[in-house]
């Protein structure tokens, strides 16, 4: 079982930015892919990035303003967010998976993200 608790989510002005982390525990590896996806009001769940060992991958809305990054020592993944825009407010999740899955089946508890106008 992996555990996975999301923090750093909060209020900001549009064009601001916020860090968001996603602490690991349990039976984790550097190997795993790890997510984050985020899930606005009345809309479907979707995936903003993910990074398997070093590669990162990104959605179109949030390329050149997200960084997913991983510190394998402390069994964390961040996601930095800059230039924040109103549409990106949501609640953020954090997942991971092993290589072997095709699926997500460890999900922190989310946090959430507002941007303001």
């Known amino acids: 079982q992996v555990q996975l608790v999301e923090s750093g989510g909060g209020l900001v002005q549009a064009g601001g930015s916020l860090r968001l982390s996603c602490a690991a525990s349990g039976r984790t590896s550097s190997s795993y892919d790890m997510a984050w996806f985020r899930q606005a009001p009345g809309k479907e769940r979707e995936s903003v990035a993910r990074?398997?060992?070093?590669?990162?991958y990104y959605t179109d809305s949030v390329k050149g303003r997200f960084t997913i990054s991983r510190d394998n020592v402390k069994n964390t993944v961040y996601l930095q967010m800059n230039s924040l825009k109103p549409e990106d407010t949501a609640v953020y999740y954090c997942?991971?998976?092993?290589?072997?899955?095709?699926?997500?089946?460890?999900w922190g508890q989310g946090t959430q993200v507002t941007v303001s106008s």
């Open positions: 997942a991971a998976r092993s290589a072997s899955s095709s699926w997500y089946p460890y």
């Open positions: 990074i398997v060992w070093t590669s990162t």
